[in-house]
């Protein structure tokens, strides 16, 4: 069996492909993936059914877009996992970055900043977001607290937090009291 592939077939793969890359990046979203993964085997099953019931010069442009679009969800799966791996490989350094510049600037002042914007541009040349999308990222959520100590006679202890959209309804926060990642759903 050969497999032949015409320059418009590949044309449609790539604009298809183009168009889920860039909504898997700006949604973020592994349930789109999923989506995929359900669809592909529902376009594989209507493009080998379509010859059985229908049978007309519209059933072969038919499969010839079912079968692009059944190619470019695969490819764009496929892609996909490298891609969302640099995101949270990337938004870790980028809120690694921040953690260490907000406790560097309580070590200078006495006090955490009150937002990150206080930190631009001697500590940090502009306040990173998240690569979590294409067109936009989306922003670090920082927030300072204070907690009432158990002794009446202490001082409340200014604390921090960041958070970030981490994708499938998770928020992935950091609290400077524990310094640990926290992932909530």
């Excluded at 497999?3 to 889920?20: D, E, K, P």
């Excluded at 999923?34 to 669809?39: K, N, P, V």
Aim: proline content about 5%; some cysteine; overall charge positive.
């Amino acid at each position: 069996m050969k497999l032949s592939i015409s320059r418009a077939a590949l044309q449609r793969i790539g604009i298809i492909l183009a168009v889920m890359l860039c909504l898997h990046t700006e949604v973020s979203e592994p349930i789109l993936m999923m989506l995929q993964l359900f669809s592909i085997p529902f376009l594989l099953f209507v493009y080998f059914m379509i010859p059985v019931f229908w049978v007309s010069h519209l059933s072969v442009m038919t499969r010839s877009i079912i079968r692009s679009v059944a190619v470019a969800a695969l490819l764009s799966f496929l892609i996909m996992i490298p891609i969302w791996s640099w995101q949270d490989h990337l938004t870790h350094r980028r809120a690694d970055t921040i953690i260490q510049q907000v406790n560097i600037y309580q070590k200078k002042h006495g006090r955490y900043p009150g937002a990150l914007e206080q930190l631009v541009p001697r500590q940090l040349k502009k306040v990173p977001s998240t690569p979590m999308g294409l067109l936009k990222g989306r922003p670090f959520v920082y927030t300072t607290y204070y907690l009432q100590p158990d002794s009446t006679d202490a001082l409340a202890v200014q604390n921090y937090s960041l958070r970030y959209y981490a994708g499938i309804m998770v928020e992935a926060s950091y609290d400077s009291r524990s310094r640990e990642w926290h992932y909530d759903d």
